[in-house]
Nanobody
Framework: QVQLVESGGGLVQPGGSLRLSCAAS????????MGWFRQAPGKERDFVAAIKWIDGNTYYTDSVKGRFTISRDDAKNTVYLQMNSLKPEDTAIYYC????????????????????WGQGTLVTVSS
């Protein structure tokens, strides 16, 4: 089974940018739909973005549309989340997830059932 390791989190000022990476351990990573989620202190884990393995179609929660971009590089077994125009409310632990059977459109509804999760990386947006 694929294993995931996130990186790229840190402290950034409002309006700044960060790029998160999620590296997968297996070459069959290309068969997995990939998603990014975030969990703020005291809140549930929420869907942020997802990308479909077969055609690269992307999906975003409304609050990040136009600011965040999810992409994948199958040659590097890595999925990215480019985050621009960051806001304090984007502060959270960001997790990536992989699933062979859940469509990207339904990852938000099926969060608890996704096959594989990374350990998370902390993003703090503050001046």
């Amino acid at each position: 089974q694929v294993q995931l390791v996130e990186s790229g989190g840190g402290l950034v000022q409002p309006g700044g940018s960060l790029r998160l990476s999620c590296a997968a351990s297996r070459r069959t990573f290309s068969n997995y739909n990939m998603g990014w989620f975030r969990q703020a202190p005291g809140k549930e884990r929420d869907f942020v973005a997802a990308i479909k393995w077969i055609d690269g179609n992307t999906y975003y929660t409304d609050s990040v549309k136009g600011r965040f971009t999810i992409s994948r590089d199958d040659a590097k077994n890595t999925v990215y989340l480019q985050m621009n125009s960051l806001k304090p409310e984007d502060t959270a632990i960001y997790y990536c997830a992989a699933d062979r059977f859940t469509t990207p459109q339904t990852m938000g509804a099926r969060t608890r059932y996704l096959e594989v999760w990374g350990q998370g990386t902390l993003v703090t947006v503050s001046s």
